[in-house]
């Protein structure tokens, strides 16, 4: 017990991806993860629906949730790892455990298919989230003022609407850059300035 | 057709639940005698020199998440692990660390 081969680093925050099909949450995550972007899957069986013709076997039909994610080491010791949420509504229970204790969202957004984030936006408003709207820009699409979408959206004010292209580096971090410095704003007005820091262990 | 939960013995919820990011570090040596079954010792292998979250095991073994956390349950119960527990959202607005964080998205 008293030999550790090394220390377990002491601070993980979580952060999630979500947004409608197709929106680039995948290259998001790729584009700022340090290790290459790695899936992991939830496998959920269900009973079918339907009863078999032959025999009234109930079908039993298995169902793989892929799950997007990356890490950023910010220091020894303390690292951010990103989750892209799963796309389709019928997995949101699992997006209840990814919120779980999650720093922040990001929610990807694509102009030309808003509503497609109008989901992820009420999770996350519901649960008190700290989230920001990243408007990735797609080749062709006119270009939206941040407060164009905000109002389109209906936000609450103070959440930021930034723009990205999820492919760049640099652009996804500053989306991330963006997220943390509003979820420090959330939670400084939430929380004494005194809240301790456990000695997390 | 490969049914995941005869590796955990049908279990399906190991006895904590350990979240995506909790971090497991292992503690012994995978030898011929260590009383585990090939999945387990892959996992310990992987955790043995670096802490790695349980999303990242999963993703490395090429197993559901699921069946990671019941085979982690059963090397935490031996001792063969240990799991830090993610930072509660409440203890989370340390504004430092958030600073720290911002600095090193910025550094990146």
């Known amino acids: 017990m008293d030999s550790a081969p090394s220390e377990i680093p002491r601070l993980a925050l979580k952060i999630l991806v979500a947004g409608g099909f197709g929106v680039g949450k995948t290259t998001l995550v790729g584009a700022v993860s340090e290790i290459r972007p790695l899936r992991t899957e939830e496998q959920l069986t269900a009973a079918g629906r339907g009863v078999d013709d032959l025999g009234g076997v109930e079908r039993k039909t298995t169902t793989t949730v892929a799950m997007d994610f990356g890490r950023i080491t910010v220091r020894d010791g303390l690292a951010v790892y990103l989750f892209g949420t799963p796309g389709q509504d019928r997995f949101w229970f699992l997006w209840d455990e990814l919120a779980t204790g999650a720093l922040g969202a990001v929610v990807l957004a694509d102009t030309r298919r808003l509503t497609d984030c109008f989901p992820a936006v009420d999770f996350f408003e519901r649960r008190d989230i700290p989230f920001v709207v990243a408007v990735n820009r797609f080749a062709g699409t006119r270009d939206f003022r941040p407060d164009e979408v905000s109002r389109a959206l209906d936000l609450d004010a103070g959440t930021p609407v930034v723009r990205c292209d999820a492919r760049q580096r640099a652009s996804g971090k500053q989306v991330l850059v963006a997220l943390v410095e509003h979820a420090s704003t959330v939670h400084a007005a939430r929380t004494p300035v005194d809240a301790v820091v456990g000695e997390a262990r | ?108």
């Open chain 2, 1 to 108: 057709m490969v049914r995941p939960y005869t590796m955990t013995g049908g279990r399906t919820r190991p006895e904590p639940e350990f979240d995506l990011i909790a971090l497991v570090v292992g503690d012994v040596d995978v030898t011929p005698e260590l009383p585990v079954g090939p999945e387990q010792a892959a996992l310990l292998r992987l955790c043995r020199a670096n802490a790695l979250s349980v999303a990242e095991l999963a993703a490395e073994t090429d197993l559901p998440v699921g069946v990671v956390r019941v085979l982690l349950g059963d090397l935490l119960d031996a001792e063969y692990i240990r799991v830090s527990r993610p930072v509660p959202p409440a203890l989370l607005p340390d504004e430092h660390i958030l600073q720290e964080v911002i600095d090193g998205l910025r550094a990146l």
